[in-house]
């Protein structure tokens, strides 16, 4: 956590769900500008771990709106399905620490069970999960998995924190220095099948292999700091300066969204707008 004089690296990072909007733009010349006026380095990271949702063709519409913008980008560019490997040596590291366990609860199990607890904490992102398969003992667990019963691994956030000799601190660039609270998220899952990795793991492993300093990305993303930087430490990795930007809004005050086409870069593109016009709007 300190200066990097000459050394920044940034990076974005978009998942190929759909088409960039405008909001994406304002968010990746953040961050290349970051990089470049300091005499940094810039990296462009696919994060299509989503195998449902993500797809070649829109990999291919992310380069080509930002070759519209006039970005470069290091090559090659990481993809977060090619590194699977990656992400199971360190969901093995918290299994051996055991940071990991087994959650069976379905979604509907833990809106029921929040629905019986009418005190059930809450987070910055909504009831957290109530810590129903925590309790389970190691026989328990074991006789679940070997009936095939499906699962997802969960992060034991209260046995993380026990652990630690002194606050997790990070510093923000919008918001000055913090103290890590992961508890706010409470047992967040890291794996599932479907996902055999989750963001969260994912981008704090990225960052520190791609030699991040500098995240930059939106404020609603701020809270998973906390989690993140909880992670780096469990993990041993870089801890980079964090900045959390302002989101844009439309005119009605609501965020941008990949299902509002009118606002991706290329109905814009189509429209006749031209890269200047979305530079000057977006700064």
Same mark, same amino acid.
């Given at each position: 956590?300190?200066?990097?004089?000459?050394?920044?690296?940034?990076?974005?990072?978009?998942?190929?769900?759909?088409?960039?909007?405008?909001?994406?733009?304002?968010?990746?010349?953040?961050?290349?500008?970051?990089?470049?006026?300091?005499?940094?380095?810039?990296?462009?990271?696919?994060?299509?771990?989503?195998?449902?949702?993500?797809?070649?063709?829109?990999?291919?519409?992310?380069?080509?709106?930002?070759?519209?913008?006039?970005?470069?980008?290091?090559?090659?560019? %990481?993809?977060?399905? =090619?590194?699977? /490997?990656?992400?199971? *040596? !360190?969901?093995?590291?918290?299994? &051996? #620490?055991?940071?990991?366990?087994?959650?069976?609860?379905?979604? %509907?199990?833990?809106? =029921?069970?929040? /629905?019986?607890?009418? *005190? !059930?904490?809450?987070?910055?992102? &909504? #009831?957290?999960?109530?810590?129903?398969?925590?309790?389970?003992?190691?026989?328990?667990?074991?006789?679940?998995?070997?009936?095939?019963?499906?699962?997802?691994?969960?992060?034991?956030?209260?046995?993380?924190?026990?652990?630690?000799?002194?606050?997790?601190?990070?510093?923000?660039?919008?918001?000055?220095?913090?103290?890590?609270?992961?508890?706010?998220?409470?047992?967040?899952?890291?794996?599932?099948?479907?996902?055999?990795?989750?963001?969260?793991?994912?981008?704090?492993?990225?960052?520190?292999?791609?030699?991040?300093?500098?995240?930059?990305?939106?404020?609603?993303?701020?809270?998973?700091?906390?989690?993140?930087?909880?992670?780096?430490?469990?993990?041993?990795?870089?801890?980079?300066?964090?900045?959390?930007?302002?989101?844009?809004?439309?005119?009605?005050?609501?965020?941008?969204?990949?299902?509002?086409?009118?606002?991706?870069?290329?109905?814009?593109?189509?429209?006749?707008?031209?890269?200047?016009?979305?530079?000057?709007?977006?700064?």
């Amino acid at each position: 956590m300190h200066d990097h004089p000459g050394g920044i690296v940034t990076r974005f990072a978009p998942s190929p769900t759909g088409q960039l909007h405008i909001g994406h733009a304002y968010s990746v010349l953040f961050a290349y500008r970051k990089a470049k006026e300091n005499g940094g380095r810039f990296i462009l990271r696919i994060e299509d771990i989503d195998t449902e949702r993500c797809r070649p063709e829109y990999v291919d519409g992310i380069k080509e709106d930002l070759h519209w913008l006039g970005l470069t980008w290091e090559e090659p560019v %990481r993809k977060q399905s =090619e590194h699977m /490997a990656g992400y199971a *040596a !360190a969901l093995d590291k918290l299994a &051996g #620490a055991d940071l990991l366990y087994p959650c069976f609860c379905s979604r %509907r199990d833990i809106r =029921e069970e929040i /629905a019986r607890a009418p *005190a !059930a904490p809450h987070g910055p992102e &909504g #009831a957290l999960y109530p810590g129903t398969c925590r309790n389970l003992t190691a026989d328990e667990r074991q006789d679940r998995m070997a009936k095939g019963e499906p699962y997802a691994l969960r992060l034991d956030t209260t046995a993380a924190l026990a652990r630690l000799d002194a606050p997790l601190i990070w510093e923000d660039l919008e918001k000055g220095k913090q103290e890590a609270h992961p508890e706010i998220l409470g047992d967040v899952v890291l794996a599932r099948k479907d996902t055999p990795a989750s963001y969260h793991l994912c981008v704090t492993l990225d960052d520190h292999l791609q030699g991040v300093t500098h995240v930059t990305r939106g404020e609603d993303l701020f809270h998973a700091t906390h989690l993140h930087r909880l992670l780096q430490h469990i993990l041993g990795l870089n801890v980079p300066v964090w900045h959390h930007h302002p989101l844009l809004h439309d005119e009605e005050g609501k965020r941008f969204a990949k299902r509002n086409q009118s606002v991706t870069l290329k109905s814009l593109r189509e429209m006749g707008s031209m890269p200047e016009d979305i530079i000057r709007r977006v700064s």
